[in-house]
């Protein structure tokens, strides 16, 4: 008996626990398989999903996070996957599916290192090595810009290609340009100052930069002016009505004659309210509450044009572009609170009214008004809208790009081993498999455009002895020089993607052991968990 083991439990029945190579095999083969699903749509030629939620809508997308977030992906390690792309949607807007695929393979070669009996440290240790370096080199490979048109033109259209809105990239390239120079404010650029509104209709060429806001809102009362010249705007956060939500109050009438005497009162409230808005000199009020009916009468009558229940964010974007002030105290409404635009007016966008606030004269908040034929069209056409927008923001605020088309990738990987072959051992490896996955963007452009990578990577491979800019041509399979082709992205997409790639492969390969509390359903099929894991 005393010499009998007894077994120690030290987790609650039901719990999942997977170490050692188990665990790392396991999540790096869950990484590598969410690498794998966006893989298809990188680049020009990538291809588009078709994501059916549980509520049966369809989304078709080319756009890495989107996919992602849409997948509902459940492994703890490739939730942390997601993390990266949300990450690279976050800093930069744009490059998502790049960082992503990045990482896969990042991966994919640490485990061919970990087969060759490499500790999963010294591949950590590397790998953070070649990602310094990177910086380094990607730095000193990008150019400047200085606010050149033309280039932050091809960035945007660099960003939009291949995806939706490619039909109208000339057209919509311009607008993005536009729109973040307009808000561009003391080196700073908000793009939440850069309203997107949507409208099913038309074509997306008849897209369209609001010098001011766009609300999805009609005048509250017909009698109003369709059209307002010279608007003096006030913006309300206060209702033009009786009724007080907040306070329950009983009112005993007795008589006829007092309701009389109520109602009189009501509309002479009413009346005085009206009356506020008018006497400050606004022909345009934006109200963020409630018009009452008899209050519209007056303001109708008076040529002031109206609108009510206008969102907080709308609100705040109209008054930074019309330069208002947003009153929350009827009382203390005066001219000096009011804002300006050269025309507020009524108009029929598809079959509904929308109040355009326009030429507002340093306007600092934008519209972009997307159209085009279906919800479909329209909501991947704004991703590729906002892809673009985080693109120009970023290479203006950093005044630095690269060569796309994978022709920085091809020449880190070439200054990675040259860098590798100053050091030695382990070590050496583990840059060196840090610059083959590199290639994976090069590689994969070529795939997805039908081309045969080996032969495109050799001829890459060869021109960069004399040419850093060389990337590929995905219509021909031929290199061409891609910043003369205006293929131009900002450095810090690249930067971004090579910095939460390789943090997250580190992260991951040092994982040796899967703790899964028993709390759920844990997947019997993989030994792995499914649930019950705290969200990463
Ligand atoms: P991501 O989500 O990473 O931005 P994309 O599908 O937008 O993925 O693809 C971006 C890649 O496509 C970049 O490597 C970029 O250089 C490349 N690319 C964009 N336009 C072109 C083009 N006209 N020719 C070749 N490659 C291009
Ligand atoms: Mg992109």
Known sequence: MSNQIQPI??????????????????????????????????????????????????????????????MQVEHPAAKMIVEVAKTQEDEVGDGTTTAVILTGELLKNAEKLLDDNFHPTIISKGYRKAAEKSIEILNSMSTKIDGNKEILRNIAITAMTGKGAEIAKEKLSNITVEAILQIFDNNEIDLDLVKIEKKTGESVDNSELIMGIVIDKERV?????????????????????????????????????????????????????????????????????????????????????????VKKSD????????????????????????????????????????????????AKAVTILIRGGTNHVIDEVERAVKDALGDVSVAIKDNKVLPGAGACEIELAKELRKFAGNLSGREQIAILSFADAVEIIPRTLAENSGFDPIDILTELKAQHA?????????????????????????????????????EVSELILRIDDVIASGRGNSSPQSGMPHQGMPDM
């Not at 609650?12 to 699903?37: L, W, Y």
């Not at 004399?466 to 399979?477: A, R």
């Open 9 to 70: 439990f030290i987790l609650p029945e039901g719990s999942n626990r997977t170490t050692g190579k188990d665990a790392q095999r396991n999540n790096i083969m869950a990484a590598k398989a969410v690498a794998e699903s966006v893989r298809t749509t990188l680049g020009p030629k990538g291809m588009d999903k078709m994501l059916v939620d549980s509520m049966n809508e369809v989304i078709v997308t080319n756009d890495g996070v989107t996919i992602l977030k849409e």
């Open 466 to 502: 004399s040419n850093m800019n060389i990337g590929i041509n995905v219509f021909t399979g031929r290199p061409i020089d891609s910043i003369k082709e205006g293929i131009i992205e900002p450095l810090r997409i690249k930067t971004q993607a090579i910095k939460s790639a390789a």
């Open 221 to 309: 009362h017909p009698g109003m002016p369709k059209r307002v010249e010279n608007a003096r705007i006030a913006l309300l956060d206060a209702q033009l009505e009786i009724k007080n939500t907040e306070i329950d109050a009983k009112i005993q009438i007795t008589s006829p004659d007092q309701l009389d005497l109520f109602l009189q009162q009501e509309e002479k409230i009413l009346k005085n309210m009206a009356n506020k808005v008018i006497d400050s000199g606004a022909n345009v009020l934006i109200c963020q509450k409630g018009i009452d009916d008899l209050a519209q009468h007056y303001l109708a009558k008076a040529g002031v044009y109206a609108v009510r229940r």
């Open 315 to 362: 609100m705040e974007k109209i008054a930074k572009a019309t330069n208002a002030k947003i009153v929350n105290n009827l009382k203390e409404l005066s001219s000096d609170d009011l804002g300006n635009a050269g025309l507020v007016e009524a108009k029929k966008v598809g079959d509904e009214e929308m109040t355009y606030i326009r030429e507002c004269k340093e």
